[in-house]
């Protein structure tokens, strides 16, 4: 049943009948955005279209002077006389799979996502399709996560002995889904709490617009530094190595990432300690995932996509490889050993 309703034009997916573009690269007339991390958002189409939980932080990366539509989930609309629906996608807050129908024909961009709850964004939820284009970040066996109860319970851990040694901790992940969601499950606070400030204006963006988050302070030029001490500190990768960071000595550093699973990719960063806590699905979610769309054909975007493609192939999925641009997210690349090195 497979046509050309989406195609891969080099610099994004492309709806050529709606004449819209998803998560384009360059600059187009109508974008539709799977979700606001920078490889999938960005600057300079004329009209975006995005699901309404992405609007503030849209509007934060991209400028309040953005011509921006939002829908809510499992609401459709019309462009052309194709239909477009935003369905969760488990991935950060506001990530959608976009679902695109005509004449009874359906395709689905998944963007990123991933299939456990992580108890702040909403969770992903299987969309059926004839045609399912994927991500493969973690699309190798050797990625399988833990439960992340099981890891939060590692953090508390290693905060408690840190604070029992006199050192602050520094706990480093992505400013946008991976802070908001390390904060929310780590509640209740057994010490003091700061941030750093990217992770400080993304979370002010979200709660302005109606979002629950804990009351983490920014730690500025006056913030008593004497208050500082056996902390957990929240930062961004980007903080890695700064004069910023020096500021908390002595301090103890810890990096959530899917890479932690891999110990090369603890021992090339600086951090004390690793803790596998990733916003994408692991191997078991992403076939979990793909088998529950009953897609016909699949196409993998980013990530071990010549591995996992050959992988759905043998099994009797029929799959293809495509290069793109995604995976590039601009806080957290340094770190895989892939193919094509995407966080």
Same mark, same amino acid.
């Given at each position: 049943?497979?046509?050309?309703?989406?195609?891969?034009?080099?610099?994004?997916?492309?709806?050529?009948?709606?004449?819209?573009?998803?998560?384009?690269?360059?600059?187009?007339?109508?974008?539709?955005?799977?979700?606001?991390?920078?490889?999938?958002?960005?600057?300079?189409? +004329?009209?975006?279209?995005?699901?309404?939980?992405?609007?503030?932080?849209?509007?934060?990366?991209?400028?309040?002077?953005?011509?921006?539509?939002?829908?809510? =989930?499992?609401?459709?609309?019309?462009?052309?006389? #194709?239909?477009?629906?935003?369905?969760?996608?488990?991935? $950060? $807050?506001?990530?959608?799979? #976009?679902?695109?129908?005509? *004449?009874?024909?359906?395709?689905?961009?998944?963007?990123? =996502? @991933?299939?456990?709850?992580?108890?702040?964004?909403?969770?992903?939820?299987?969309?059926?399709?004839?045609?399912?284009?994927?991500?493969?970040?973690?699309?190798? %066996?050797?990625?399988?996560?833990?439960?992340?109860?099981? $890891?939060?319970?590692?953090?508390?851990?290693?905060?408690?002995?840190?604070?029992?040694?006199?050192?602050?901790?520094?706990?480093?992940?992505?400013?946008?889904?991976?802070?908001?969601?390390?904060?929310?499950?780590?509640?209740?606070?057994?010490?003091?709490?700061?941030?750093?400030?990217?992770?400080?204006?993304?979370?002010? @963006?979200?709660? /302005?617009?109606?979002?629950?988050? %804990?009351?983490?302070?920014?730690?500025?030029?006056?913030?008593?530094?004497?208050?500082?001490?056996?902390?957990?500190?929240?930062?961004?990768?980007?903080?890695?190595?700064?004069?910023?960071?020096?500021?908390?000595?002595? =301090?103890?550093?810890?990096?959530?990432?899917?890479?932690?699973?891999? +110990?090369?990719? @603890?021992?090339?960063?600086?951090?004390?300690?690793?803790?596998?806590?990733?916003?994408?699905?692991?191997?078991?979610?992403?076939?979990?995932?793909?088998?529950?769309?009953? /897609?016909?054909? #699949?196409?993998?975007?980013?990530? =071990?996509?010549?591995?996992?493609? @050959?992988?759905?192939?043998?099994?009797?999925?029929?799959?293809?490889?495509?290069?793109?641009?995604?995976?590039?997210?601009?806080?957290?690349?340094? *770190?895989? %050993?892939?193919?094509? *090195?995407?966080?």
């Amino acid at each position: 049943m497979e046509s050309n309703l989406l195609v891969f034009t080099g610099y994004s997916i492309y709806c050529p009948r709606a004449d819209v573009h998803i998560d384009p690269w360059k600059p187009v007339n109508r974008a539709v955005i799977t979700h606001a991390h920078s490889d999938h958002a960005r600057f300079g189409s +004329r009209h975006y279209i995005s699901h309404r939980d992405s609007e503030a932080i849209l509007r934060l990366r991209l400028g309040d002077g953005l011509s921006l539509e939002t829908f809510d =989930y499992n609401r459709s609309f019309h462009v052309n006389d #194709v239909k477009f629906s935003f369905h969760p996608a488990g991935h $950060i $807050i506001g990530s959608a799979q #976009v679902r695109v129908e005509y *004449q009874g024909e359906v395709w689905v961009a998944s963007g990123d =996502y @991933k299939v456990e709850d992580d108890g702040f964004c909403t969770p992903f939820e299987p969309v059926k399709c004839h045609v399912f284009i994927t991500e493969s970040t973690f699309g190798l %066996p050797v990625y399988k996560w833990r439960p992340q109860a099981e $890891i939060f319970d590692d953090i508390r851990s290693w905060w408690k002995s840190n604070a029992a040694e006199g050192k602050n901790s520094v706990l480093m992940g992505y400013s946008l889904g991976k802070m908001q969601r390390i904060m929310t499950n780590l509640l209740p606070y057994e010490t003091p709490v700061f941030c750093h400030g990217a992770v400080f204006n993304v979370n002010e @963006k979200l709660k /302005a617009a109606g979002f629950s988050l %804990p009351e983490v302070p920014l730690i500025t030029r006056d913030t008593d530094r004497s208050s500082i001490k056996s902390t957990m500190i929240f930062a961004p990768p980007s903080a890695d190595n700064s004069p910023w960071l020096k500021k908390f000595e002595p =301090y103890s550093l810890g990096y959530c990432s899917g890479w932690m699973a891999l +110990r090369g990719a @603890k021992n090339r960063s600086a951090a004390d300690r690793g803790f596998v806590l990733s916003d994408h699905a692991d191997w078991t979610g992403l076939n979990a995932a793909i088998r529950e769309t009953g /897609a016909e054909k #699949v196409y993998v975007t980013h990530g =071990y996509t010549s591995v996992f493609s @050959k992988w759905l192939n043998g099994i009797g999925i029929s799959a293809a490889e495509v290069s793109t641009m995604y995976g590039r997210e601009e806080e957290e690349t340094g *770190q895989p %050993p892939s193919e094509n *090195q995407a966080i």
